[in-house]
T-cell receptor
Framework: DAGVIQSPRHEVTEMGQEVTLRCKPISGHNSLFWYRQTMMRGLELLIYFNNNVPIDDSGMPEDRFSAKMPNASFSTLKIQPSEPRDSAVYFC??????????FGSGTQLSVL | SQQGEEDPQALSIQEGENATMNCSYKTSINNLQWYRQNSGRGLVHLILIRSNEREKHSGRLRVTLDTSKKSSSLLITASRAADTASYFCEGADGLTFGKGTHLIIQP
């Protein structure tokens, strides 16, 4: 199994641009999580899906952030427009409900 | 709110010594999990302890759980340089992580 796959690994963009982060969960996992990690705030849950349905998006900081899971094998996190304070590492993780999480390698986002 | 909060925030010890990290949580849990994060990488699951368990071992790892105090501890015995990482506890099925304990093993 290839594990959770995230792309891109690094993203550098200018303020105001749209950013799309991608995640492929492990096959058979029915829960998917998006996190943001910074030194100041630690690891924050942004949103999680169960069976492709968003369950809790209370961690999404603003309307500029949106996430979709069109099918069991793909999810996106979009930031539009991006701002410098969005700079962080974004992680995707998947699991079977109630079991341990498997994390992707993350996307290092820098908004200039 | 954070379901898992680790203590201390940072810990530096000599190679070969034991490292102990603590975790406190706020609400009832079904299980508690510990994860490790190496610099620049995603979190990796270490061990899960269920609410009806008091202690669990896995290799050099020993985890305890005290549900009456809403706390857990992770002990790493005979530490190695490769154990240098951040360690997180989580007790809400992935919903909340603390800021972790940054462990440095000095050779």
């Amino acid at each position: 199994d290839a594990g959770v796959i995230q792309s891109p690994r690094h993203e550098v963009t200018e303020m105001g641009q749209e950013v799309t982060l991608r995640c492929k969960p492990i096959s058979g996992h029915n829960s998917l999580f998006w996190y943001r990690q910074t030194m100041m705030r630690g690891l924050e849950l942004l949103i999680y899906f169960n069976n492709n349905v968003p369950i809790d998006d209370s961690g999404m900081p603003e309307d500029r952030f949106s996430a979709k899971m069109p099918n069991a094998s793909f999810s996106t996190l979009k930031i539009q427009p991006s701002e410098p304070r969005d700079s962080a590492v974004y992680f995707c993780a998947s699991s079977r409900t109630g079991e341990k999480l498997f994390f992707g390698s993350g996307t290092q986002l820098s908004v200039l | 709110s954070q379901q898992g909060e680790e203590d201390p925030q940072a810990l530096s010890i000599q190679e070969g010594e034991n490292a102990t990290m603590n975790c406190s949580y706020k609400t009832s849990i079904n299980n508690l999990q510990w994860y490790r994060q190496n610099s620049g990488r995603g979190l990796v699951h270490l061990i899960l302890i269920r609410s009806n368990e008091r202690e669990k071992h896995s290799g050099r790892l020993r985890v305890t759980l005290d549900t009456s105090k809403k706390s857990s501890s992770l002990l790493i015995t005979a530490s190695r340089a490769a154990d240098t990482a951040s360690y997180f506890c989580e007790g809400a099925d992935g919903l909340t992580f603390g800021k972790g304990t940054h462990l440095i093993i000095q050779p």
